[in-house]
């Protein structure tokens, strides 16, 4: 949590930047949408240690267009909530985090899909195929158990995996992009059992994809946002 909050405090002296008097809002906006966006993005998730909170701040718009884009991603993150039980949903910004611990998806030490985890997977799918105008990164996560080269292999193969599990159930190759982060990134602490097992896991980060965010823009010019 301090690690958030020293993040989002870099974001705030980043943006404060883009308030000088001297700039106009068009140059304002500009700022934030490159200072505040995939740099600030960057620096947050690092800081952070949540590349989860960095890829979408870096993927934001900002202004009307991205309030916008955040009430699409309200309901669409509502829907996930009731459709899928096994996920862990989290709206962030502009975006939406859906999070699974690998124990979910993957047997322990496996990059395999189960056929329960197809079920559940299957669920999220449904959704995704409703809201087309996104893009979905698959991250993998992995404990600090192990070396540094295994981990990162699994984390690589089991968002891999799930990827291609998607793109084989009608989501389009063009939306879903994979990283994998081995055991650089822990959300939670390695020091117990718990948290090494919350920390194997796989996110899901919806973003708004161009189509969205033109009309977005579109609609923020007409003044019709709710």
Known sequence: MKNIKNAFLV?????????????????KGAAIGVGGGAVAGGIIGKIAGNTALGAIIGAAVGGTTGAIIGHHMDKQAEEIKKQVPGAKVERVGEGIVVEFSSAVL????????????????????TVLNKYPDTYVEVQGHTDSTGTVEYNQGLSVKRAANVADYLSANNIASVRVTTRGFGSTAPKYTNETADGRMQNRRVEFLITANDKMKIDATKEAGTGSGQ
């Open 106 to 125: 993957f047997g322990f030490d496996q990059s395999s899909l189960t056929s329960q985890s197809q079920g559940t997977l299957n669920q999220l799918i």
């Open 11 to 27: 974001l705030a002296i980043g943006l404060s930047i883009t308030s000088c008097s001297s700039l106009n809002k068009s140059q």
